[in-house]
């Protein structure tokens, strides 16, 4: 099983920026978290952050030959981006949303999600956590399709 965990924009910040919402851990303690979660579950996981919509779209579109599912943190891009939301529509895999902060406990602007209807699920509010859980959650769906494909 591979699977992509994609990072979107300033969470390249993560550590030093508002700690107070996203907490001290940095980006790259969460992706060896996210490596080493991998390998115990039987995934081979391969993680990516972009600042840069465009660079989120094509790894997206990447993710479809080789990935059999992605967990993402768009970041601001949840809120304003159409274009990663048809992406995600279009590559036909598993994606899990996730999100650092309580987006509900938030500013208005943040309670809308232009990417979780065509997401399979999403975790949030639960710090480095919602990305674990994310992990956790995108295996068992993968294991659950493979077993139903198995019995028809």
């Not at 981006?81 to 938030?106: C, F, M």
Request: glycine share 10%; with cysteine.
């Amino acid at each position: 099983m591979k699977l992509l965990i994609l990072h979107g924009p300033n969470l390249n910040l993560l550590g030093t920026r508002e700690p107070e919402i996203y907490g001290s851990m940095t980006l790259e303690d969460i992706n060896q978290k996210l490596i080493e979660l991998g390998k115990e579950l039987g995934a081979e996981v391969k993680c990516l952050q972009s600042n840069h919509e465009g660079a989120l779209i094509d790894a997206l579109h990447d993710a479809r030959m080789w990935a059999n599912g992605v967990v993402f943190n768009p970041g601001g891009y949840t809120h304003t981006s159409v274009a990663l939301r048809d992406a995600i529509a279009a590559i036909g895999i598993p994606v899990i949303e996730v999100h650092l902060s309580n987006v509900y406990a938030r500013e208005d602007f943040r309670h809308t999600s232009l990417i979780s209807a065509v997401c399979k699920g999403k975790v949030l509010g639960l710090g480095w956590r919602s990305y674990t859980l994310g992990l956790r959650a995108l295996v068992e769906t993968l294991e659950d399709a493979g077993s139903n494909r198995k019995q028809s």
